[in-house]
C-alpha cells in the first residue's frame, strides 16, 4: 500500500484506543434544515431514475444517527477508533496548527465524540459551532457539551451543509478584524461525496474558512476485506442503519416499504477506490409514494450510499486544487486512517 511518499511529513500513532463516548440533553440550534418535503422530492426523484439513487444525507434521522453512533462502536468499523486515537496522540500537534483562540465549525457533529477529544489540546477555544442535519441529536449533544465547558461559546446549527447556509457573524479581535475560523471534518464523510462534490464542498469551505484552515479525517485504501468487513458487520448494525432509509420514509412520507423485502448490499469496488451500499428488492413488489405507484422487480437496487477512500497524496492533491494549503498528516501505523491540517488559501 502506498499512502506515504517521502516528501510528505506522515506522523504516525505508536498505538491505537478505542474509546467512546455519547451524551444527550437540550439546547436551542439556529436552523436551516433539510425538511420532509424536500426528502419527499428527492426520495421521488430517485424512484423514478434509473440507476435509483438516493442521497445518504436522508440515512440521519433520529434513528439513524443513533445507528451510525452503534456503528462507530462496532470492532469491524475501524475509522472511528483509529481517529479517536490519532486526535489524542497529535492534538497537541494539531492545535498548533490551529492556534489559540480559535471560532471552531464542525461540519456533521452528530454526538461530539470527537471534538471532544480535540477540545482537550486546543488552547483557549473561543466558540464551537456545531453543525448538523439531525436536529434533535445536535441540540442534545451541544447541551452537554456546553454544560462540561463553559467558557466555551457553543452555537449549534441544524443545517444541510451540503447546501450554502450561513454561519454566525464572525468573532471580533481586540478590535483588530475577526477571528479566522477553523473547520473540523472528521470521520471521513468527504467520502460519502462523489468527487465532484467533494471538490465543490472545499471549495465551499475553504471560502468560509478564509485566513484559517481545515482539520479533516479521511479514510485510507487499504485491503478490500477490511474495508468489506467494516461496511458488512457481523451484528447487521449497518444493514439496520441502510434499511432506516425505507423506514424513516415510512414514519415521515408514508410509503409502504415492506423492509423484510429489502437486503443491505454493500461492497468495495476498487476501480473507484469506493463502497457502494444498496437496498436490494428481495423479490418483485411495489411501493406507493405521492399516489404514485413505483415498481422493483427482484433485485433491483436502491443506491444509498459511497464512501470513497483516497491515497494521502491523492487527497492531498485534491484539497490542493480545491483553496487549500495541505500542510501536516498524521496516520496510524497499520496506515488505515488519516487526519490533515489543510490551510485555506481564499
Ligand atoms: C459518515 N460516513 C463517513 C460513514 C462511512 O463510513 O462512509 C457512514 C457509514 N455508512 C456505513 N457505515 C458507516
Request: net charge neutral; hydrophobic share 40%.
Amino acid at each position: 500500500m502506498n499512502v506515504s511518499p517521502p516528501s510528505i511529513p506522515v506522523r504516525m500513532a505508536p498505538d491505537l484506543r478505542a474509546q467512546l463516548l455519547g451524551s444527550a440533553h437540550a439546547c436551542a440550534p439556529t436552523t436551516a434544515m433539510a425538511t420532509p418535503s424536500d426528502f419527499a422530492h428527492d426520495l421521488l426523484a430517485a424512484l423514478t431514475r434509473r440507476p435509483r439513487s438516493i442521497s445518504p444525507k436522508y440515512f440521519y434521522d433520529t434513528a439513524g444517527s443513533a445507528l451510525f453512533d452503534r456503528i462507530c462502536e462496532l470492532p469491524e468499523y475501524y475509522p472511528t477508533r483509529t481517529e479517536l486515537a490519532l486526535l489524542d496522540t497529535f492534538g497537541r500537534e494539531m492545535a498548533e496548527c490551529i492556534g489559540a483562540g480559535a471560532d471552531l465549525v464542525e461540519f456533521g457533529a452528530g454526538s461530539n465524540v470527537k471534538i471532544r477529544r480535540l477540545l482537550r489540546a486546543l488552547h483557549a477555544p473561543r466558540r464551537f459551532i456545531p453543525i448538523d442535519i439531525s436536529a434533535e441529536h445536535l441540540m442534545g449533544a451541544a447541551q452537554a457539551l456546553q454544560d462540561d465547558h463553559p467558557g466555551l461559546q457553543v452555537r449549534p446549527l441544524a443545517a444541510d451543509f451540503t447546501r450554502p447556509f450561513d454561519l454566525p457573524t464572525p468573532l471580533p479581535l481586540n478590535g483588530h478584524g475577526t477571528a479566522p475560523r477553523v473547520g473540523f471534518f472528521p470521520g471521513s464523510s468527504l467520502g460519502n461525496f462523489t468527487p465532484v462534490e467533494a471538490r465543490g464542498f472545499l471549495r465551499r469551505a475553504s471560502a468560509l474558512l478564509r485566513g484559517g484552515g481545515l482539520l479533516i479525517g479521511i479514510d485510507l485504501v487499504k485491503d478490500p476485506a477490511v474495508l468489506h468487513a467494516a461496511y458488512n458487520d457481523a451484528q447487521g448494525v449497518t444493514a439496520a442503519f441502510n434499511l432506516n432509509m425505507l423506514a424513516r420514509a415510512n414514519r415521515e412520507l408514508g410509503t409502504d416499504f415492506d423492509l423484510t423485502a429489502f437486503d443491505h448490499y454493500a461492497f468495495y469496488q476498487p476501480v473507484h477506490q469506493r463502497i457502494e451500499m444498496h437496498l436490494v428488492a428481495r423479490r418483485a413488489q411495489h411501493v406507493h409514494l405521492a399516489g404514485r405507484r413505483f415498481d422493483f422487480a427482484a433485485g433491483d437496487s436502491l443506491h444509498t450510499e459511497y464512501s470513497y477512500k483516497y491515497t494521502v497524496e491523492g487527497f492531498r492533491a485534491l484539497a490542493a486544487e480545491s483553496g487549500f494549503v495541505p500542510e501536516a498528516v498524521w496516520c496510524d501505523p497499520q496506515r488505515l486512517f488519516s487526519v490533515h491540517w489543510l490551510r485555506s488559501t481564499a
